[in-house]
Every structure is written in C-alpha cells, then in structure tokens.
T-cell receptor, first 113, second 113 residues
Framework: GQQVMQIPQYQHVQEGEDFTTYCNSS?????IQWYKQRPGGHPVFLIQ?????EVKKQKRLTFQFGEAKKNSSLHITATQTTDVGTYFCAGYILTGGGNKLTFGTGTQLKVEL | KAGVTQTPRYLIKTRGQQVTLSCSPISGHRSVSWYQQTPGQGLQFLFEYFSETQRNKGNFPGRFSGRQFSNSRSEMNVSTLELGDSALYLC????????????FGPGTRLTVL
C-alpha cells in the first residue's frame, strides 16, 4: 500500500493566507523531492532535500526535511491564485523491486480571491 | 531543449484489447520511468528503464510491460485491458534516474470502455 502519506488531502484558502502540507513516510528516505501539478497538467519538479533537518526556501515556499528523514513539509506564505494545484512529495524507498521513487498521496490546494 | 513527449495524448480502447504508449525523453536523459495516475490511487510507479534495462519495478501485474530502445525512447504496453486501467499514464525522464529530478511528459489519457 501507499507508504508515503500527505495531509491534508485538500486545502481551501483565501488569497494571502498561508498554507502547509505535511508528508510522512513509514520508512527512512534517502532524499525527498517535491512536485507541483497544475489542474490538467503534469507534475513539475520544485526541489530536492537530501540532508537530515535541511531547510530550503524558494521565494514564498519553504521546504523542510525532518531530522529522522521520515517526514517533510512545504509551507507557502501569502498564497496567490498561481499557487493552485496539487503538491506531491516523493521519496526513494528501497523495496524488493529496487530503489523506486514513491509519491505521496498529494495535497490539493485551492486559492480563492 | 525540447521536453518529454508522449504519444498518443488520448486513447480509447475496449476491454480485452492491448495498447502501446510511447515516450521520448529529453535529449541526453538515459532514465525513463512510467507512472499511472488515477484519482483514487494517486501516482503509482510502474517501472524504470535505464540503458535499455529495467532497473526498478512497481507492484503492477504482468499485463504491464515496457522496454527502452538504444536512443532512450521507451514504450509501455498493457495487454488484456481492464476497466480499471483507465488512467493518465505519465512518463518521466531523468539524467541517470537515481535521485535525479524527474521531468514529466504531458501524459497519455487512456480510457477503457
């Protein structure tokens, strides 16, 4: 089953409000990647975190990788309508089928004016 | 540089038929991964090919298969289609695949009637 969970599943905010999505893995991840998928589009890479406790910022977006490398978060400050989409975390998990990139369940963000 | 291309973009098939989807990666990328995206199951990893060899495999039945050619182009095949195979099939390419960012194509929307 799904080994990487994200919460919340949906988030509806007013423009200007902050937004956070959390990603939790049942196993330790070697790294974590974040992707954004706009409605009707395909996932687009945002960032990759590798080190335990790492924090990276991209303008209004802040990404964190947990100390145990089992969880991560994406925080958006002062959301804009251009932030609409589904945000996925993805981590490499070693399985019987090899080292595969496992995507989280995604958080769908809607931003209202 | 040109992005990942997938053909066809849309496909309608009936149960029991088979289908072949094609993916051309970004020039210079040697890794090609395939994903199935559905509203209920999210993004599920199918398999990854690198230098014409399947390097990683997800938890899908043997009806799903793939291959990669010497120019890194990849195809995936689904035999004996079932209604539940209706999904968006996404192809992603990466430089080497291991811990590299994935560049996704626009996807092939497959509908099985």
């Amino acid at each position: 089953g799904q080994q990487v969970m994200q919460i919340p599943q949906y988030q509806h905010v007013q423009e200007g409000e902050d937004f956070t999505t959390y990603c939790n893995s049942s196993t330790t991840l070697s790294n974590i990647q974040w992707y954004k998928q706009r409605p009707g589009g395909h996932p687009v890479f945002l960032i990759q975190l590798v080190k335990s406790g790492e924090v990276k910022k991209q303008k209004r977006l802040t990404f964190q990788f947990g100390e145990a490398k089992k969880n991560s978060s994406l925080h958006i400050t002062a959301t804009q309508t251009t932030d609409v989409g589904t945000y996925f975390c993805a981590g490499y998990i070693l399985t019987g089928g090899g080292n595969k990139l496992t995507f989280g369940t995604g958080t769908q963000l809607k931003v209202e004016l | 540089k040109a992005g990942v291309t997938q053909t066809p973009r849309y496909l309608i098939k009936t149960r029991g038929q088979q289908v072949t989807l094609s993916c051309s990666p970004i020039s210079g990328h040697r890794s090609v991964s395939w994903y199935q995206q559905t509203p209920g199951q999210g993004l599920q990893f199918l398999f990854e090919y690198f230098s014409e060899t399947q390097r990683n495999k997800g938890n899908f039945p043997g009806r799903f298969s793939g291959r990669q050619f010497s120019n890194s182009r990849s195809e995936m095949n689904v035999s004996t289609l079932e209604l539940g195979d209706s999904a968006l099939y996404l192809c992603a390419s990466a430089l080497s695949g291991v811990h590299n960012e994935q560049f996704f194509g626009p996807g092939t929307r497959l509908t099985v009637l």
